[in-house]
T-cell receptor, first 113, second 112 residues
Framework: GQQLNQSPQSMFIQEGEDVSMNCTSS?????WLWYKQDPGEGPVLLIA?????ELTSNGRLTAQFGITRKDSFLNISASIPSDVGIYFC?????????????FGKGTKLSVKP | DAMVIQNPRYQVTQFGKPVTLSCSQT?????MYWYQQKSSQAPKLLFH???????NEADTPDNFQSRRPNTSFCFLDIRSPGLGDAAMYLC???????????FGSGTRLTVV
């Protein structure tokens, strides 16, 4: 089945530093999504990417959809304490009646003030 | 605001005692999904409804059932919860085709 490899598994950084995480897949996706999940909460969508090569920003976050449609990265600039959480990439092949999200295993981000 | 609401946020049930988790949406999305997320793992799809059509993932245990009485509500029934079923259960919705995925805040299930 389809799998996403997300790295790194965890990161410990100093407040103000930039962060980069990425996902790769053995198969193609129509859409890449990046979510943040806080403890005890559901995933919250950060950025959605729909076109190969697309580069999209959302405040301090920037994400790109790889040309091959098999990878994506997420960058966070000038990290702050509230960036702490688990970041998931997810691939989606939509069409027909439904879209099954395939999740990466997550990157746990810790930020030291 | 349009949203996906899950109740309760926390549920404690006894081993073997049936439990029902609920999800409601105001987005009028065709598709509703149930995911299971165990500690430190990614969410895993259990099943989904496209309107009234039920679609079960191949590896979802028979212990898990779902009902969707109308567009707005979807229920997850666990017939005989085991200790291994303790997890966060996430409901999500999307329009036909899958874009616009929205998650609820989840229900944390504890089995004692």
């Amino acid at each position: 089945g389809q799998q996403l490899n997300q790295s790194p598994q965890s990161m410990f950084i100093q407040e103000g530093e930039d962060v980069s995480m990425n996902c790769t897949s053995s198969s193609i996706f129509n859409t890449w999504l990046w979510y943040k999940q806080d403890p005890g909460e559901g995933p919250v969508l950060l950025i959605a990417l729909y076109k190969a090569g697309e580069l999209t920003s959302n405040g301090r976050l920037t994400a790109q959809f790889g040309i091959t449609r098999k990878d994506s990265f997420l960058n966070i600039s000038a990290s702050i304490p509230s960036d702490v959480g688990i970041y998931f990439c997810a691939g989606l092949n939509y069409g027909g009646s439904q879209g099954n999200l395939i999740f990466g295993k997550g990157t746990k981000l810790s930020v030291k003030p | 605001d349009a949203m996906v609401i899950q109740n309760p946020r926390y549920q404690v049930t006894q081993f073997g005692k049936p439990v029902t988790l609920s999800c409601s949406q105001t987005l009028n999305h065709n598709v509703m999904y149930w995911y299971q997320q165990k500690s430190s793992q990614a969410p895993k799809l259990l099943f989904h409804y496209y309107d009234k059509d039920f679609n079960n993932e191949a590896d979802t245990p028979d212990n898990f059932q779902s009902r969707r009485p109308n567009t707005s509500f979807c229920f997850l029934d666990i017939r005989s919860p085991g200790l291994g079923d303790a997890a966060m259960y996430l409901c999500a919705t999307s329009p036909r085709g899958g874009t616009g995925y929205t998650f609820g805040s989840g229900t944390r299930l504890t089995v004692v």
